[in-house]
């Protein structure tokens, strides 16, 4: 059992590794939040400030606004993208906790013969342990239909 102790061992320090990766992962989409905002007002600024002119009014600088126009659509699409990354990680984080539960409930299940001083059959230990690794596969297959599903939705492939 000193195996299958170690392996879930590593595995809680896995998912925590990811865990903290996924924190530092929203923590840059929080960012890239602040910074498109900011060029949003600058750029709303900036055509604002192109509109007043007169020579506007007669028709002129398209070209401008059409940059304009097409810096705020990438802005748009830009705060979009952030919007679904920040539900993927949020679901990365929530199948992340539902796995260390999983992993500490698999422990309990491994560790438990040798609290009651091994008096469970081994039958009984080896279905236990067995139920314990299929909820942990079904969790890790729900993660990946997430993962799966919010890449098409924010690429559309």
């Known amino acids: 059992m000193d195996q299958h102790e ?3 061992a590593r595995l809680i320090v896995e998912a925590e590794v990811s865990r903290q990766n996924l924190d530092q992962l929203e923590a840059d989409i929080a960012s890239l939040h602040d910074m498109i905002t900011h060029e949003k ?8 400030s192109i509109l007043d002119k007169p020579w506007t009014t007669l ?36 199948t992340l906790h539902a796995v260390r539960d999983d992993l500490e ?7 438990a013969p040798g609290i009651i ?14 139920n314990g690794l299929e909820r942990l596969k079904e969790g890790r297959t729900r993660a990946r239909e997430i993962r799966n599903e919010t890449w098409k939705r924010a690429f559309g492939s």
Do not use: C, W
């Not at 126009?69 to 984080?93: F, G």
């Not at 001083?117 to 067995?130: A, D, T």
């Open 117 to 130: 001083g091994g008096e469970v059959p081994i039958q009984v230990l080896i279905e236990s342990i067995k």
């Open 59 to 94: 028709g002129g600088n398209k070209q401008k606004l059409r940059e304009f126009d097409n810096r705020l659509a990438l802005l748009n699409d830009l705060s979009v993208y952030r919007k679904q990354a920040r539900a993927h990680v949020m679901a990365a984080l929530h």
């Open 41 to 48: 007002m600058h750029t709303n600024a900036e055509k604002g």
């Open 105 to 111: 409930d698999l422990r309990e299940r491994v560790a």
């Open 6 to 8: 170690q392996s879930i």
